[in-house]
């Protein structure tokens, strides 16, 4: 009996996307690391860590806006107007969060 392998290629895209998903990732998990660090010189070498992860996060994120990959919506005057308002009354709510 044989067994047929499924085809696992991915397409420029999918690896794309892939690496996309894992810079905002590492990106995440290195600033968490960077601000509860208590050691100096640790601190120093995961901020650099970070901004390495940005300026690759950067680079592959405009490769797929260019190539059609990844849209990014076109925020109308309504709906701008619309969060500054939410924002507005969440400071009035809690003016803790505006310090």
């Not at 640790?42 to 490769?63: I, M, W």
Request: aromatic share 6%; proline share 2%.
């Amino acid at each position: 009996m044989e067994i047929q392998k499924a085809d696992m290629t991915l397409t420029d895209q999918e690896r794309t996307q892939d690496m996309l998903l894992m810079e905002k990732h590492l990106g995440t998990a290195y600033f968490m690391a960077e601000q509860e660090c208590a050691n100096q010189d640790l601190r120093k070498a995961l901020h650099n860590l970070h901004e390495q992860v940005e300026t690759l996060h950067h680079r592959v994120f405009h490769a797929m806006h260019e190539r059609n990959w990844y849209q990014t919506p076109v925020a109308g005057q309504q709906a701008i107007e619309g969060e500054l308002i939410k924002w507005e009354q969440k400071q009035v709510r809690r003016p803790e969060l505006s310090t």
